[in-house]
């Protein structure tokens, strides 16, 4: 069978289990301990890494743990209060003091000032390289580094890496490989396949899925998941909270559904905004105009709905187009059912001039209407 048809299948299923009398969905258990009968069953519970404590083990967010594990092809996953909390317990677990990080220059912003800026408190280095340049990821590795860090696509440029090649590079230099597979969700990429150690999400955005809950995760081996499991996790204890597990488990239900649709939006938006004459360069891994779209069609099966368009340099005649769009509300994130925007921007080498980049995110909504919203709103801010 078709692996995205199985993946939708296996979302809509939980785990039947008789304690929860048949519930097609399994309960809230908001319940921060557990009790036991006698000291005997509890010290196995402990020792099997049963129900003892919400902080170490809950059966909600073990369900939604279970899940994620299976779509992304790995053997355990653990589930954290947000993606940075996902993202900081993973990196506490591979490096020690001494250690140095390569990490792609294009990573998620507050991943990167935690390793090039606030890690360097306790004697760990990093270096940020362009991810698209094999060449100079490996220049990077050095007798020290003990982990590759990487995030494709990028999520305001949607750079990629070649990760087959990135797992191949790691474990010839004996080192980790970690990604953030955010924008891509379990369902468009799966790289625990292509060789890599330990996958990161923000679960904040499309797996969850309607802006209305926090979560991240981590998926590995169970050896990987293990070597944090009794450290992170429970010592710096930003786990997920069982109600917000059930949040997140009611989005991963729809996630291939949304996804499909958030792809048809994104593609048809990404090529609207092509056609344009005004708009200079628009960044969306879809498009067969994308310098990796090759790369992207090889590890990638979808794109969802998040991309971006540089249209000159005045950057208040883009805040002028931004303010006048409705169905597109201002805001950062993205993953939700509501289409958003937000202006950053990039550093143009070599002058280090910084370019306005406006990133669109397309929702649920009819993308006739998205459209129709951007065009308007270029037309009233003087585009053409
Ligand atoms: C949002 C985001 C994160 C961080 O997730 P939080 O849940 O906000 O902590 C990490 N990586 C990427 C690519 C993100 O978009």
């Known amino acids: 069978m078709n692996d995205r048809r199985r993946q939708h299948s296996l979302v809509t299923h939980d785990q039947h289990d008789d304690r929860h009398y048949g519930a097609v969905h399994v309960p809230v258990y908001d319940s921060s301990l ?7 069953k509890m ?46 317990a993973a990196l506490l677990s591979i490096v020690r003091t001494g250690d ?43 007798l020290k580094t003990k982990l590759l860090y990487l995030e494709s696509p990028s999520s ?14 790691a474990r010839r230099h004996g080192i980790r ?49 293990g070597e944090f499991d009794r450290n992170e996790l429970i010592l710096l204890g930003s786990v997920m ?22 792809q048809i939006g994104g593609k048809a938006v990404a090529e609207y905004l092509e056609s344009l004459p005004f708009v200079e360069r628009v960044r969306y891994p879809g498009l067969p105009s994308h310098p990796q779209h090759e790369l992207a069609k090889v590890q990638m099966t979808g ?16 805040v002028r187009f931004i303010e006048w ?10 993953g939700g059912y509501e289409s958003l925007v937000s202006i950053q921007e990039r550093s143009a080498d070599p002058h280090n001039h910084s370019v306005p980049v406006v990133r669109l995110y397309v929702g649920l909504e009819e993308p006739e209407d998205l459209i129709s919203d951007l065009d308007e709103a270029f037309r009233a801010a003087g585009f053409n």
């Not at 010290?43 to 279970?66: F, I, M, Q, S, W």
């Not at 409705?326 to 950062?332: D, L, M």
């Open 34 to 40: 557990f009790t036991f009968p006698s000291v005997a």
């Open 43 to 88: 010290e196995k519970a402990e020792a099997d890494g049963g129900y003892v404590y919400t902080r170490g083990n809950n059966p909600t967010v073990h369900e939604l743990e279970r899940k994620l594990a299976m779509l992304e092809g790995g053997e355990r996953a653990r589930c954290f209060a947000t993606g940075m909390g996902a993202v900081s």
């Open 177 to 225: 490989t970690l990604i953030d597979n955010t924008w891509a969700t379990p369902y468009y990429q799966n790289p625990l396949n292509l060789g890599i150690d330990l996958v990161v999400h923000s679960l904040t955005k499309y797996v969850g899925g309607h802006s209305d809950a926090m979560g991240g995760v981590v998926i590995g081996s169970a050896e990987r998941i």
């Open 241 to 262: 909270q069982p109600q917000t597990a059930a949040l997140i488990s009611r989005g991963l239900r729809t996630l291939p559904l949304r996804m499909e649709r958030h």
């Open 303 to 318: 794109f969802g709905g998040l991309l971006s368009f540089e249209a000159g340099l005045d950057k208040e005649k883009l």
């Open 156 to 169: 305001l440029l949607f750079e990629l890496q070649d990760l087959r090649a990135c797992a191949e590079l």
């Open 100 to 142: 140095h990080i390569v990490c792609v220059n294009q990573a998620y912003g507050p991943a990167r000032k935690l390793m090039g800026n606030y890690m360097r408190r306790f004697g760990v280095e990093a270096d940020f390289v362009d991810g698209s340049d094999l060449t100079a990821i490996e220049a990077a590795i050095g």
């Open 325 to 334: 769009l409705t169905y597109f509300r201002i805001g950062f994130s993205w």
